[in-house]
Structure formats: C-alpha cells, structure tokens
C-alpha cells in the first residue's frame, strides 16, 4: 500500500517537472543517447590565432635555449649506460662515462643533509687516494726493514768483532740482498696501485688471513 | 614545515604536469624521484629508492638536484630520520622561467638577463661564480663590460629584492644527519662586503675576507676542500625571489588593464602609483597606503608633462570605474587614494573568463554570461528577458554553459520539502569557482602541449639527429677552410622532402611553446586572483 502510494506521487512529481522546465506538451524531447560522446566531437568555434610579438619571440626563444641549456646540463640525470654487448678496452678510456654514482657537479655537501653525501669516484681522485692509501704501507714497510737493517747490522758488528774478516764479508752480502728484496716489493705494491681500481679495492695484504689461519689451526684439534 | 606544502591543492593534472615538466628539465629519474615525492607525501631517502625501484645513488643525485632548485626540502621527522618533500608550486614556476629572465632583461638590460638565467639554470649560485659567468658570456657575445658592471647590476637586483640569498647552513654541522638552514631578516637581502673571484688579487681580498669573517657562514669555507678557487663569498649563494618577480608582473598586467580601459595617461598614472607604493608596502598586501594627488603629481616622469588638472580628472575617472582598481579614501593633499589589487586581480579574471565564454559558446552566450555576471542571480525567465535571446535558444545556451560549469544555479526552497514546483532556481556565475575551473583546464592543456611536442620530437627523431649531424659536418668543413661546393654538398644530404618536414615540424613547435607561454600567463592571471581570494 505504502509502496504504491510512494510511486504514485513520484510520477506526479515527474510529469510536473517537465512542465517546469520548459518542455511543453507538444515538444519533442531530444532522443535517448546509448552511445559515449564522440571521442573528437566537431569544433564548433575555431581557436583564435596566439598573439604575436616582439615580446613573445622573444620569450620563445628564451624558453627554447633555457630547454637545451637544461637538457645538456649536469642536472639532467640520465640512467647508467647499459652494457653494451662487449667490453672493450677503450671503455675505460672514454671521458663520458656516465655511471650512477658519478655526479657531474659539486654540490655544496654542507647544505645537504649528510647521507645524500655521493662517494664521488673520479678518475684522478681514484689515483689520488691510491696514491694516499700506498703512502702508509710503504712507510710501515720502511720502518720495518730498517728496523732490520739496524738490528742486522749490530749483529754484524758483534760478528765482526768474534769472527774473521773473511766470514763478515758474507755476512754483508746477505745483508744488501735483504734489501734488494725489500725494494723489489715496494716496487710490486706500487704496480698494483697503479692498475685498475679493481685490485686497489680487493688488495689484501694477507696479515689479517695469516692469524685466522694460525687460529683457526691451533683451536681445531681440540675435541 | 612539510604541512603547509602538502596541504596546497593539488590535482591530478598538477602533478601529471609536474612530472611532464621535470622530466623535460631534469630527465627520467628526477622525475620519477619527484613525482613519487609529489603523490605521496614526505619520505625518507631509503623509502623513496625502495618504492620507486630506483639505485640509492640515484635517488641521491636527483634529490641533490631537486635541492639545488629549490623544488625539494628537508626536514626532520619526528621518528629521528631526515625526509624529503617536494613542492609542487615550485615545480609549475619551471614554464614561467622565460618570463622571469624576460623581465630582467627589461629592467637592467642584458646583464641583468644573464644573471636571472645562469641563476635560474643552477638553482643557487654564488655571487662570485654569476658575475665571472656573465662577464664571460657577454664578453663572448661582443660587449666589452667589466667585472664591476656586471656585479653592479647583480646588487642591484638584490637591492630590489628580486634575488635574495638561500638560508644557509649553521656554522659547526659536522655531527648533526642534516643542516638546518636558517637566514635572518637582516641577511636576506645584504650584499656580501666582497666578492673577489681571481687569485691574482690576494692582497686585496685578504683583506676584504678577513672583514667577511664575523660572518658565520665563513667557516664554511673550510669545509669545501675540493673547489680550486676560494672566493671571498664562500658559502652565500642567491636565488631567485620568485615573489618579487610575480609582484612585478603582477604591476605590469595592471597597467596594461587599465591602459586598455582608459588610456595611456590613466596607465602612466596608475604606474606612478605603483611606483610610489612599491617602495613602501609587502607582498601580500591586498591594498596599497594611501596615496595622495600631489605625491603623485611630484612623482610623475618628467617626459609625461600633464597639468595638475588632467591628473585631477584621471584620478576621478580611475576612482568611477566599474572595476575599482583604484578607489578613494580621503580628501587630505588633494585628495588620496589606494590601488586595490584585489579588484585589479578580480577585473583580469573577469575579463579573461568572459573571453574565453565569447571563444568557446559564442556571442548570443556571452550576452547571457555577461548578463548573470551584471545581476547576480536571475531565474530562467529572467534570463530570457534580460538578455534579449528568445526562450527557447536561450533555454539551450544556459543550460549549456550550466553543464560545462560556467554557470552554477542556486535553490531556494519557498516550502521545506524542496518541491521543484515550489522551488526558485537562480542562476549565477561564481566567479572563483570558474577560476579554479579554467587554472584546472589550463594545467591540462598545457601538458597535452607538453606530451604533444614530446610526440613530434619523438616521431622525427631520425629526421632531428640527421640534421644535426650534417650541420655538425657543414660546420667543421667550413671551419677547416673548405670552399663553397663543399659545404654545399654536404648540406644537400638533406632531400627538399626532408628539408620540408623539418621546416613544419620546426614551426610546430614553437608554435606548440608559444603556447605553452601563453597558457602560463592565464594561469598567472587565474592563480593571482584565487590566491589573494583565499587569503581573505
């Protein structure tokens, strides 16, 4: 009852609604679409032709510049170049080598919170620093055989003292080819530095291995 | 910080023009970086690699340079880690950079046009590095200018406000994850005491340096080991007071309006005006001080000698118009007045959206927009009658306009069951309703140009490259002293066909950037107005 009563007086709503718009008895009503709106409807007004200048020029080329300005800029981040089929050797020699953690100018890194900091890998930097890193090591290294040669040449001192003049002479040509041994790794340390960054970041000098080995061999035969 | 950014309305051709945008500027992965940044909100420097799939050092380099123009920020979270926002206002300025350089140019010729845009190109720059540059380019170019002009012409600009220095860094931030970048009133605008660039000149800029040195910011210049040259303003750097700039622009639309409305006279006045003002008032000020007759008289330039009476007529002339640009407030030193820019910036937008209204639903409809806009609200009756139209057409005219949000129509229920028979129906036109409309149709018809001329580079790829590499040839032949056949022939590579379809796609593109520009100077126009709206 209740139902019918509702849809009763919708209906009257609705015929009475037509009348309020404007649509009279007679007219037709525009006929039902069941299709989407054409994609390109036509144009009914044409645009009006852009406003031209002294001015506008002006800026159009602006703008043109200031776009390839940016795009050849170094703020124009490109992905790192895909391998190419085959590594060559000239790779390592071409200027443009675009990689991602290369970054073609210097920000201000005291403006920038410290963990965009890019661990910038240049090609005279690296050299720099393996220049820097071999510093060290060849001082150790130093300090050390003279250490020995101090040490060795007290020795022979005393040695000389007790034994002949014929048996010191060996003794001292033992020593300078301790020291031409030295010398000889000084010089294999330096050819690896100069390499490839490869070997830099991978060299090892084998100390830490040696006492891990020695543990490892004293702790394993206990049960 | 992060609050107010995220809070600007943005939309989905917003941000679907930001990205267009950064991409064009700063290639695919800042704008991965940044529209990830733009959707979604502040992120951490480890989350943003995560959900965008990109390499840490990427995000690295693109949040660098995002920083570096002024588009990102930092700041902390409150969880203890450092995250980073974009800002979509910033990234939108991008097309209106020729407009920027542009008005440099105007006001201080083309050093002043050198400096705005080496500025803009690197987002901050040091005094010293823009004045060394721009030398260099105008030197280049064949003017002899020194040094002292060029760096003339750049305190200038600061004196004026439109470039002012970047917060700087607190002195000792070696143990803090980010810097907190703070720069005092007082700073803003100070021109470093020097600025020497060449090592040559050690004495001097000792000197010069040592007086610098109560400056904190010096101590950053320690930090930076890696650059060769030290310049007496390390660690100041200067961008772009994108403010001032729309605030100048906005000045200039003014007096074009109402040299369009009235006449030169009325614009020169309305310039004095300004003039006077600008001096003294903020940028957000929606009215000018009051300014009186006779100051403006004595301010007037020399060339433009109107007679006290004449500028007494145009004042009252200005203070009768219907857009009420200019109204009166006193009697006092021969009668004040303020610009108010809220009208100005409401008649501009009128009258844009009126044009647009006559281009898009023709005449008979633009009488009947007008017509709403005159009264307010009418009732559909109404409508026919004022405008003139007859029942029928008009009926369709508005309704049309009322489907494509141009009209909005308000109820008023005379009983309180809202029965249509018993309802009126008023029609109206929102003007800031409208506005916000059409900036929103602006923003996606500029990037449809965008991607548009991003389709015809990509379509003539083959074509463009060719091009290039025979001029490039041309060019190397010409330069080892090759003779005209030569060159010729070379050229000839390019078929008359090829040469034809580059010549078209050529001018479809400028004219597709031509457009560009001008749909930027209606969204100047749209956003000024919603702008100064939302602040009342």
Not at chain 1, 41 to 60: A, H, M, N, S
Not at chain 2, 487 to 505: F, G, H, R, S
Request: include cysteine.
């Amino acid at each position: 009852m209740a139902g019918r009563g509702r849809g009763r007086g919708r209906g009257g709503a609705m015929a009475f609604t037509a009348e309020v718009l404007g649509l009279g008895r007679g007219d037709v009503l525009p006929p039902t679409t069941s299709q989407p709106p054409p994609l390109f409807p036509p144009l009914e007004f044409r645009p009006v032709p852009l406003p031209t200048g002294d001015e506008w020029d002006y800026l159009l080329l602006l703008k043109q510049e200031f776009r390839n300005t940016m795009r050849d800029s170094p703020y124009y981040i490109k992905p790192q170049d895909k391998k190419k089929d085959i590594e060559r050797y000239s790779d390592k020699y071409r200027m443009s080598n675009n990689s991602d953690n290369t970054i073609g100018w210097t920000p201000d890194w005291n403006r920038l919170p410290k963990e965009l900091k890019i661990r910038v890998k240049k090609q005279g930097e690296t050299a720099a620093r393996s220049a820097v890193k071999a510093v060290p090591n060849l001082q150790a290294a130093k300090q050390i055989s003279q250490k020995d040669v101090e040490v060795v040449t007290q020795r022979l001192a005393e040695l000389e003292q007790k034994e002949t003049e014929a048996a010191s002479g060996d003794e001292k040509q033992e020593d300078e080819d301790e020291e031409e041994i030295d010398e000889e790794e000084y010089y294999d340390e330096e050819d690896q530095e100069e390499g490839t960054d490869y070997i830099v970041s991978y060299f090892d000098n084998g100390e830490d291995d040696v006492n891990d080995d020695d543990d490892g061999l004293d702790d394993g035969p206990i049960y | 910080m992060f609050a107010t950014e995220l809070d600007y309305r943005m939309s989905v051709c917003q941000i679907h023009l930001c990205s267009l945008l950064i991409k064009e500027h700063f290639g695919d992965i800042v704008e991965k970086v940044c529209t990830h940044l733009i959707q979604n909100g502040a992120k951490p420097l480890r989350v943003a690699a995560q959900e965008t799939g990109l390499k840490i050092d990427q995000v690295r380099k693109a949040l660098c340079v995002l920083v570096q123009h002024n588009i990102a920020s930092f700041g902390l979270h409150k969880r203890g880690f450092v995250e980073y926002a974009a800002s979509v206002e910033q990234v939108l300025l991008l097309v209106r950079y020729p407009r920027y350089i542009y008005c440099a140019k105007t006001l201080y010729g083309d050093a002043g046009e050198l400096i705005v845009e080496e500025i803009l190109q690197h987002g901050q720059m040091r005094m010293s590095t823009v004045v060394g540059r721009v030398t260099q380019r105008l030197s280049e170019g064949g003017q002899s200018v020194t040094n002292d002009h060029v760096k003339g012409k750049m305190e200038d600009l600061i004196n004026t406000h439109f470039l002012q220095r970047v917060p700087a860094p607190p002195p000792d931030n070696n143990k803090a994850a980010f810097p907190e970048l703070t720069i005092s009133e007082r700073d803003l605008y100070r021109v470093p005491a020097s600025i020497e660039v060449t090592r040559g000149e050690s004495d001097t800029s000792k000197r010069k340096r040592s007086t610098e040195d109560s400056d904190p910011q010096s101590s950053s210049k320690r930090l930076k080991i890696d650059s060769e040259e030290h310049a007496a303003d390390e660690g100041i750097l200067w961008h772009l007071n994108f403010d001032r700039f729309h605030k100048y622009l906005l000045d200039h639309e003014i007096v074009q309006a109402v040299s369009r409305r009235i006449d030169w006279n009325a614009a020169e006045v309305v310039r004095t005006m300004l003039r006077i003002s600008e001096l003294s008032k903020g940028l957000e000020d929606k009215t000018s001080h009051p300014i009186s007759l006779n100051d403006t008289m004595r301010n007037l330039p020399k060339e433009n000698n109107m007679k006290f009476g004449v500028v007494e007529q145009y004042f009252k002339l200005l203070s009768d118009d219907q857009t009420s640009i200019v109204t009166k407030v006193g009697e006092t030193g021969g009668g004040s007045y303020t610009l108010d820019f809220q009208n100005a910036c409401k008649a501009l937008v009128v009258s844009t959206i009126e044009s647009v209204v006559q281009e898009r639903f023709g005449s008979k409809s633009f009488r009947i927009f007008k017509t709403l806009l005159l009264k307010k609200y009418l009732e559909q009756k109404q409508v026919e009658e004022f405008a003139l139209i007859p029942a029928k057409e008009a009926k369709e005219l508005l309704y049309k306009m009322f489907s494509e949000h141009f009209v909005t129509m308000q109820e008023i229920p005379r009983t309180p069951d809202h029965a249509p028979s018993r309802t009126f129906f008023l029609f109206t036109v929102d003007v800031s309703q409208v506005s916000r409309m059409l900036l929103e149709r602006c923003y996606k018809s500029l990037a449809n140009v965008i991607s548009r001329r991003a389709f015809e580079t990509k379509e003539n790829k083959r074509l463009i490259e060719k091009s290039q590499r025979v001029e490039a040839i041309a060019a190397s032949l010409q330069s080892h002293g090759a003779d005209q056949s030569q060159t010729a022939e070379v050229e000839d590579m390019i078929t008359p066909l090829e040469k034809n379809q580059l010549e078209k796609y050529r001018s479809k593109m400028s004219k597709l950037e031509q457009s560009e520009l001008q749909v930027d100077s209606t969204i100047f126009t749209l956003g000024n107005f919603l702008r100064l709206e939302s602040d009342s």
